[in-house]
């Protein structure tokens, strides 16, 4: 059987030793299209729109530093606790996606701290969509980097990819999340635009921790594992990490998480504006 020879660089051009790559673009459309869809939501609730810099800016850090801290503790924690400075060093890879999801979490906790105006849970059900799309964005991204490689396949889809060296074809296991999050990026736009989901705090976030997290983990039967000490584990290490997101993911999309948690969604009214001071009369 023929399979698909996957042999595409990286890199969109090089001009000396500036290299931007396909990674980098993916990760960049997945938070313009996100911020996008926030301005379009604010827009609607009559939210102050210029508030959406400070949130991009808090996610994005959130996501980054989160997603290479995962990398470095759950994966690699001998190595980078002996060598800490090169935890800084994320150009030379090493993202985890349950790191960055953390990262996200408290990112937007500190948002929301300095806009008590809008709720915990009220804005995370409201950036799922956003999440949910660069999520799949950042697969492609895989794709392209030729990384997050499946195990051996004869399926008629498998491909070999070719910076790999083994000729081997193998599971496109990084596409299969692509798809999976992509179509819960269409399926969260339409709760939220066509139903009644967004009015139940913490439907659409749970929903998006329980998809992804319940995907991630069956998925991981088909990838190869990232780091040695995972050959011996029943199951690895992302499997392992997405178990408790899902059980978030339930508590969120049944109401309970706010129930047991209301402080978790509590706004309280914006300060007033100082009335401005009235000009003295003039005496006649």
């Not at 060296?165 to 339409?190: C, K, Q, S």
């Not at 993911?249 to 402080?263: M, R």
Request: glycine share 8%.
């Amino acid at each position: 059987m023929h399979h698909f020879v996957w042999d595409f660089s990286p890199e969109i051009f090089r001009l000396g030793s500036f290299a931007p790559r396909y990674y980098g673009l993916m990760f960049a459309i997945g938070f313009m299209v996100s911020y996008s869809l926030m301005q379009r939501v604010f827009r609607d609730e009559g939210r102050n729109e210029e508030d959406l810099s400070s949130l991009l800016f808090h996610v994005m850090v959130g996501t980054i530093v989160g997603a290479r801290l995962g990398h470095c503790l759950f994966y690699e924690p001998d190595y980078y606790l002996s060598h800490p400075l090169e935890i800084l060093f994320v150009w030379r890879g090493g993202l985890a996606s349950h790191g960055g999801t953390l990262g996200v979490i408290l990112a937007v906790w500190l948002y929301k701290r300095k806009h008590p105006d809008q709720g915990y849970v009220w804005l995370a059900d409201r950036i799922s969509v956003g999440i949910a799309f660069t999520a799949g964005c950042i697969r492609v991204g895989n794709f392209f980097n030729s990384e997050i490689l499946g195990k051996p396949s004869e399926l008629p889809w498998a491909i070999i990819f070719a910076a790999n060296g083994d000729n081997i074809p193998r599971h496109p296991a990084m596409l299969y999340e692509a798809l999976t999050y992509f179509t819960l990026a269409g399926v969260l736009y339409y709760m939220f635009y066509h139903t009644e989901a967004a009015k139940v705090r913490g439907r659409l976030i749970g929903l998006l921790f329980i998809w992804i997290f319940t995907a991630r983990f069956f998925i991981e039967f088909v990838k190869e594992n990232q780091v040695a000490f995972e050959n011996s584990m029943t199951l690895n290490m992302g499997q392992l990490l997405s178990i408790p997101f899902v059980i978030l993911g339930i508590l969120a999309f049944s109401g309970k998480l706010v129930a047991w948690c209301p402080w978790m969604d509590a706004t309280s009214a914006p300060a007033p504006a100082p009335a401005p001071a009235k000009s003295p009369k003039a005496k006649k």
